[in-house]
DNA sequence: CAAGAATATGAGCGATTATTCGCTTTCGGT
DNA sequence: ACCGAAAGCGAATAATCGCTCATATTCTTG
């Protein structure tokens, strides 16, 4: 007696085989926004190069939107993943040290994945259930900002909030565009230089 | 005997009256971009909102593609005339005076329709037609590395391609940061201070 | 193996979209 | 005043979209 239309709520998997479908949903999507780009990500489409019914779509995710979070949570975690840790190191280190540091785990953070990366960042509609990039944005800065303020009476600056906002759009803004702009003028070794310049820019910003 | 097809080619409009139904579309379409975004931006509703017709429309451009790249256009077109000359001028200053101008310059052309400008760098690259973005910042950089050259020997670089990289990347992506997405938190004075901090940032990297 | 729960299916609904075209109205030159 | 050209009109079209639901298949459990 499940009275209740199944196509409102989204399910929780409970089976290996649903674990599976879903789990096929979310990489097509990606593969999709990839490849093809936000406009062919129809959910025909997606269901379709997932080897799925839409009617199946429907069953673990109640919109459209909510199948594209999923795609941006995945990569989010992924990129956590790759940096954790790192950042809990930083505010022992002195200036330099920190901002090489801080530059390093950008370029790795937008090297997880660069093409579904930019996809988020140029693509994507900015509707509601992706503010957690936002989130992401602003844990960056208030985590930049304490370390400033624990190293305060070694710094060259005195409004320490305009500094993070400097410090942390510059890292942002380079390493997003060496990685998703310039990657075939950038190999390694220029990226390595890249590195040692961005990470001179902040640090004479800082300490003068 | 007009045997084509109206609505396949863009016509020029050669009255007054069409010039003033083109000018209603163009700027209806910007004023749509800026308070619904682009996804409420359809042909039948620009017309409308412009008091015209879709057929209309379509006797001025043959696709909505190039409706929106007139309005591309149309406002890097009032951003290069707010910045004319302004850049001719820096090629001959100092480097901490040419950096400062550069700063001050990209503040100017960001507070020219900020919410337009907001609207064409976030939401309209899902499309196609705006390569000419791509094409104005080129020309940004190659005219910062000429100036580059220049000074080559008042610099502390040696890389001038990357140093390039590096100024172009910072002064927009600060600029357009401050600007577009903290402009509440920014009034005048403080944005004075940034122009100051970013003036700095630059300049320091470039001169040791 | 029986039976209910979980999962999968896909034709099709309703809404929206960009674009078309036969037609009417207005303009400019004579 | 007249006529061809320019400009304007908007219902209609065809395609696509997100999403639903009645039905079929597969799993799990006793």
Known sequence: ???????????????????ATVDALVEATARILVK?????????????????????LYQYFPTKEALVAAVVERHQQEITQTVRGELADVLAQPVEKAVRMLVEVAVRAHRVD????????????????????ATFNR?????????????????RVDDLELASF?????????????VLHHAKAMPDERMDKLIDEATRLVTRYLLG
Chains 1, 2 share one sequence.
Not at 37 to 55: L, M, P, Q
Not at 119 to 127: D, F, G, I, K, S
Not at 139 to 155: I, M, P, S
């Open 114 to 133: 660069p093409r579904l990366h930019r996809v988020v960042a140029e693509q994507l509609p900015r509707v509601g259930e992706l503010e957690k990039l």
């Open 139 to 155: 844990e960056n800065f208030t985590l930049f900002r304490a370390y400033l303020e624990n190293h305060r009476d070694e710094l």
């Open 1 to 19: 007696m499940t009275r209740k239309p199944l196509t409102k709520p989204r399910k929780t998997a409970s089976q290996e085989r649903s674990r």
């Open 36 to 56: 093809e780009g936000f406009d062919k990500a129809s959910t025909n489409h997606i269901a379709e190069v997932a080897g799925v019914s839409v009617g199946s």
């Open 166 to 178: 400097v410090c942390v759009t510059t890292i942002e803004a380079l390493t997003h565009n060496a």
